[in-house]
């Protein structure tokens, strides 16, 4: 089965620093990439995907980058602020019928004013 | 606009004693998750309903059960919660599986005495 590696498991920066979490998987059938950021005491929300079709996608301060051949994706984060704090999770899913998310561990992100 | 509800969003429990957490959605998504995540870990999927279908985790504890009487509301029944039970409990939904977002609550933070 998948098997979703991240690192950090814990990032500090400066605000206005970039950072960069990356994750890799295992199962070459993955083709679904998505992050979500979790706020203490809330659920999860998704902030960017991409698919397997594509090698990287932006929304304006956050972009994703995924390389299929080695099988590693990262999430990159410019100019962060304090509101970018936060627990980050990647997972990675093969598009199909029944297929589930298969989470990374995690990555605490701290900006420090 | 809230999409997905959980309710209670806070839940004490005595050790032994049967306890069901609620989720509604508004998002008339076709899958319906239940997640239990234990402090500083990722989300851990339990189980799934595409639509009456049911579908549970092979690691899934016979202790944990859900119920889904309509595409609107699911419920986890835990029916002897341990002290291991302990967690946050989240909901979440998607229009489908595999490379469909999957849009969370806000949790059910389970303690058990």
Redesign the interface.
């Known amino acids: 089965g998948e098997n979703v590696e991240q690192h950090p498991s814990t990032l500090s920066v400066q605000e206005g620093d970039s950072a960069v979490i990356k994750c890799t998987y295992s199962d070459s059938a993955s083709?679904?990439f998505?992050w979500?950021k979790q706020e203490l005491?809330?659920?999860?929300?998704?902030i960017i995907?991409i698919?397997s079709n594509v090698g990287e996608k932006k929304d304006q301060r956050i972009a994703v980058t995924l390389n299929k051949t080695a099988k590693h994706f990262s999430l990159h984060i410019t100019e962060t602020q304090p509101e970018d704090s936060a627990v980050y999770?990647c997972a990675a899913?093969?598009?199909?019928?029944?297929?589930?998310?298969v989470?990374?561990?995690?990555t605490?992100l701290s900006v420090l004013p | 606009d809230a999409m997905?509800i959980q309710n209670p969003r806070y839940q004490v429990t005595q050790f032994g004693k049967p306890v069901t957490l609620s989720c509604s959605q508004t998002l008339n998504h076709n899958v319906m998750?239940w997640y239990q995540q234990k402090s500083?870990?990722?989300?851990k999927?339990l189980f799934?309903y595409?639509d009456k279908d049911f579908?549970n985790e092979a690691d899934t504890p016979d202790n944990f059960q859900s119920r889904r009487p309509n595409t609107s509301f699911c419920f986890l029944d835990i029916r002897s919660p341990g002290l291991g039970d302990a967690a946050m409990y989240?909901c979440?939904t998607s229009a489908?599986?595999?490379?469909y977002?999957?849009?969370?609550?806000?949790?059910t933070?389970l303690t058990v005495t």
């Open positions: 083709n679904y998505p979500y005491g809330k659920g999860p929300q998704l995907d698919r999770f899913s093969e598009n199909n019928y029944g297929q589930n998310f989470f990374g561990p995690g605490r | 997905v998750y500083s870990q990722a989300p999927l799934h595409y579908n989240l979440a489908g599986t595999g490379g977002e999957q849009y969370f609550g806000p949790g933070r």
